[in-house]
C-alpha cells in the first residue's frame, strides 16, 4: 500500500492535520434528548412563529409529543427501522411532524408538495417509507399521489389556536384523530391527550422518553439528483446530525433572544439545522411562508417585522437580496451563513458594506449531514477586503478534511485533487443507487478513522493553503447547481430518453446573460415524428416526471449529439442556446403599447430572447425564480417604482403573461 503522506513534507502534513477538527464524543441520542428537555420544561417562551401566530415551547411540546404517540401506536417499529416520508411545505406543521419523528428515533424523507407526483412516489417507494405525513386540507398543486400508493397518506392537523393574530396559541381548536387500530390510506393526526401526549398547561410531564440510538439509527432520507435518471436517497444518522447541530450550537451560540429562519425549501439538506437547532438552543423560529424565500423584499418584510437574527442564504439568492440592500435594511441580523455555491469575493465585500453582522461561508455535501467546514468570510483582522477565492474553511467537529491526488496520496498545499470527507457525519450510504456509486462511502486506504467514522469522495475539487484552509475549485464530473440544489446532468438525458420521440439526450449547464446558472437539453428526436411541437411535448414531460430544478430552461433539438474520439459527448462542441423564441404552442404576438413593449423587453434581457410575445408565459420561456427576481428589479427601473412597491409585486407575481403583467400595471396608474 502507498504511503498516503508520501508526497507531504513534514511542513505539509503538519499544516494539514492542524486543520482538522476536534475530536471528541458525540451520543447519537444528543439531539433528540436536548429537543425533549426542552419540550418537557415547557414554558411561555415562543418556540415557533408562523404567519402571524405564536406558539410557546409547552404548546408545541405538547403537540409534538401528542404526534409521536400516535405514529408510535400505528407503527410500533423500533428506533432506526421506520421512516415516515414528509411532503409538508415551511410551516410549523413541517416542525411538528419532524421532531416528533426524530424523537421516536425514527426518520423522516423530505419532499416538496410542488414535486410531480411520480417522482414523489419514486422517493417514497426506495425510501421504503411506511407512512406519507401530509398537511391537512387541499392536495399539493403538482398533484396528489396516486390511489393505492406504497405507503398511506397520514394527514398532520394543524392545531389552530383561539389566539388573536401575533398572540401565542393556546390548547383548543381542531384536533381530528384517527384510531390508530383503523389507520387507513388517509388518517389525520393532530393534538391529543392520549398516551404519548397528556394536554397540561405546563407542558407534556410524564410522556415517554425520546428513543434509545445507536451510531446506525437514520434521522433521515434525503433524496438528491441520480446520474442513472432515478432520485437517490442519503441515509443520514442521528449521530450526525446530533454532531452537527452541537457544532453549530458551540461555534454560534444561540439564545433565548435569538430568532432563525426557516426560508430554506425542505429538500434543500440546509433545511436540516434550520428544522433542529432553534429549539435544540431554546431561541425562537420564524417561518419563511412558501414562495417568499424567492422575494427580497418579502424576505425583507418577515426579516425585519420578526426581527431576525441569523438566516441561511444561498450566494445567488444573496446577491439579489443586497441588490434590495436587504442586509442594511435588517438590522436585527448578526449571523448570516452561506453555502450551496461558490461565495465570492464581490458579495462578501458587500455584504460587509451593507452589515456588521457576522457572514460565514459553510459548505458539505447532503452525503455528509449538512455541512462540513467553515470560514468566516466578513471583514478581517487585519483591515484588508475578502479573500479571493473565498476559502470554504476548516473542517467542524469530529470531521477531517482530505484532498487527494488520483493515486490516493495526500496533495501538498497548492495542489488540485479530489475532496474526501472522514466524520462521524457522514452518511451511512445510499438507497436507490449503483454499486459504483455506492463505492464513493468506501474507507480511504492508509487513513484509518476512529470508531464510527465513515468516509466519502466528494467528486468536487479543492486544495489546501498554506495557512490551513480548505478552497473549492469545482466538480470533476458531470454535477452541477442550480438555484444551490444539487441537479445531475444524467438524470436529465435519462428522463428525455425515456420519451418515445427521443433518440439521444444530453444535459448541460451554462451561464446566462445575466450571469445565472442555467440548464439545458439537447436532444435528436425520431425524423418519422410528426409531433407538432416537439419541444413542448418535451418540457411538458419533463415538468410531469422531474423536480423543478432539473427542468431545462431551454431544450434545443439537433440532428446528432457531437461526439468525441471516444464516442462520448463532446459537451464542448454543443452550441450555446440560441437567443431565438422557443416554438410555443401560441404564436407569436408582438407587444401592444407601450406597458407591454418595456416588459417583453425586460423578459427578453433576463431570459436572453431576441423577442417575447404578449400571450408567453415567464416559466414557460424558461423562466425560474431567480429570473423572476432579476426582472423585478428592471422592471422597477423601467417604470419608475420602487423596489418594495405592491403594485410592482402584483405585476411580477400575478402577471403570469406579458399581457396581464401590463394590464395590472395599467390598472395601477401607470400609463
Not at 407526483?117 to 398543486?141: M, Y
Not at 401575533?166 to 398516551?195: I, R, V, Y
Not at 442594511?328 to 448578526?334: M, N
Not at 460565514?360 to 468570510?377: Q, S
Request: glycine share 12%; proline share 9%; aromatic share 6%.
Amino acid at each position: 500500500m502507498v504511503d498516503p503522506w508520501s508526497r507531504c513534507s513534514p511542513a505539509d502534513r503538519a499544516v494539514i492535520e492542524g486543520l482538522q477538527g476536534r475530536v471528541e464524543p458525540v451520543a447519537p441520542d444528543e439531539l433528540i434528548e436536548r429537543l425533549h428537555r426542552r419540550y418537557a420544561a415547557g414554558g411561555a417562551e415562543v418556540a415557533v412563529v408562523d404567519r402571524g401566530r405564536e406558539w410557546t415551547y409547552a404548546q408545541l411540546g405538547e403537540w409534538v409529543h401528542g404526534l409521536r404517540g400516535r405514529l408510535r401506536e400505528a407503527y410500533p417499529a423500533g428506533p432506526g427501522r421506520a421512516v415516515f416520508a414528509v411532503t409538508i411545505d415551511r410551516s410549523v406543521e413541517l416542525i411538528a411532524a419532524v421532531h416528533a419523528v426524530a424523537l421516536n428515533g425514527d426518520a423522516y424523507c423530505p419532499l416538496s408538495p410542488d414535486d410531480p407526483a411520480a417522482w414523489r412516489e419514486s422517493a417514497i417507494a426506495r425510501s421504503g417509507a411506511v407512512a406519507t405525513l401530509v398537511p391537512a386540507g387541499p392536495a399539493p398543486a403538482a398533484g396528489p399521489l396516486p390511489a393505492g400508493s406504497v405507503a398511506p397518506t397520514l394527514a398532520v392537523d394543524r392545531w389552530v389556536p383561539a389566539a388573536t393574530p401575533g398572540d401565542p396559541a393556546t390548547p383548543g381548536g381542531s384536533a381530528t384523530l384517527g384510531d390508530p387500530a383503523t389507520l387507513g390510506d388517509s388518517a389525520t393526526l393532530g393534538d391529543s391527550a392520549t398516551p404519548g401526549g397528556p394536554a397540561t398547561p405546563g407542558g407534556p410531564e410524564g410522556v415517554a422518553a425520546p428513543a434509545r440510538l445507536g451510531p446506525d439509527d437514520l434521522a433521515q432520507v434525503i433524496f438528491t439528483s441520480g446520474s442513472t435518471g432515478q432520485p437517490k436517497g442519503v441515509r443520514c444518522t442521528h449521530v450526525g446530525f446530533a454532531n452537527r447541530v452541537r457544532w453549530m450550537q458551540r461555534a454560534f451560540p444561540l439564545t433565548g433572544a435569538d430568532r432563525v429562519a426557516l426560508k430554506t425549501p425542505v429538500t434543500f439538506d440546509v433545511a436540516g439545522w434550520e428544522l433542529f437547532w432553534p429549539q435544540y438552543a431554546g431561541a425562537r423560529t420564524v417561518v419563511v411562508p412558501p414562495g417568499e424565500h424567492a422575494s427580497p423584499e418579502a424576505l425583507i418584510a418577515t426579516f425585519t417585522k420578526h426581527r431576525v437574527t441569523v438566516a441561511h442564504f444561498v450566494p445567488s439568492m444573496l446577491r439579489l437580496w443586497l441588490r434590495a440592500g436587504g442586509a442594511r435594511r435588517c438590522p436585527d441580523l448578526r449571523l448570516v451563513f452561506c453555502s450551496g455555491e461558490a461565495l465570492t469575493a464581490d458579495l462578501v465585500e458587500e455584504f460587509t458594506k451593507q452589515s456588521a453582522a457576522r457572514l460565514h461561508n459553510l459548505y458539505g455535501p447532503t452525503e455528509a449531514a449538512i455541512d462540513v467546514t467553515h470560514f468566516p468570510a466578513g471583514a478581517r483582522s487585519d483591515g484588508g477586503g475578502p479573500r479571493d477565492p473565498v476559502p470554504i474553511g476548516r473542517p467542524i467537529d469530529n470531521t477531517r478534511m482530505y484532498v487527494l491526488a488520483p493515486d490516493g496520496t495526500i496533495c501538498p498545499p497548492g495542489e488540485l485533487g479530489e475532496v474526501c470527507i472522514q466524520g462521524v457525519g457522514v452518511a451511512a450510504g445510499y438507497v436507490g443507487a449503483p454499486a459504483a456509486e455506492q463505492r464513493r462511502f468506501d474507507p480511504l486506504p492508509g487513513l484509518p478513522a476512529p470508531p464510527g467514522w465513515r468516509s466519502f469522495r466528494t467528486g468536487d475539487l479543492g486544495r489546501y493553503t498554506a495557512d490551513g484552509q480548505v478552497e473549492f475549485a469545482g466538480r470533476r464530473d458531470d454535477q452541477v447547481k442550480i438555484r444551490g440544489q444539487r441537479v445531475e446532468l444524467g438524470e436529465v438525458a435519462a428522463a428525455l430518453r425515456d420519451h418515445e420521440l427521443v433518440l439521444d439526450a444530453c444535459a448541460t449547464a451554462y451561464q446566462g446573460g445575466t450571469g445565472r446558472q442555467c440548464l439545458a437539453a439537447y436532444v435528436t428526436i425520431d425524423p418519422a415524428s410528426d409531433v407538432p411541437d416537439p419541444v413542448g411535448t418535451l418540457a411538458e414531460h419533463l415538468l410531469g416526471t422531474l423536480p423543478s430544478r432539473s427542468v431545462p430552461a431551454r431544450i434545443v433539438v439537433l440532428d446528432e449529439l457531437p461526439l468525441g474520439a471516444h464516442g462520448k459527448v463532446d459537451r464542448a462542441r454543443l452550441p450555446l442556446p440560441a437567443r431565438t423564441r422557443p416554438d410555443l404552442r401560441q404564436p407569436y404576438e408582438p407587444p401592444a403599447g407601450r406597458l407591454e413593449a418595456i416588459i417583453t423587453g425586460v423578459w427578453a434581457h433576463v431570459l436572453d430572447l431576441d423577442e417575447v410575445g404578449r400571450d408567453d408565459t415567464f416559466t414557460d420561456l424558461g423562466g425560474d425564480s431567480l429570473a423572476a427576481v432579476e426582472a423585478w428589479f428592471l422592471l422597477g427601473d423601467r417604470l419608475g417604482l420602487d423596489h418594495d412597491s405592491d403594485l410592482l409585486a402584483a405585476v411580477i407575481m400575478q402577471g403570469d403573461t406579458v399581457a396581464a403583467a401590463a394590464r395590472i400595471a395599467a390598472e395601477g396608474g401607470l400609463g
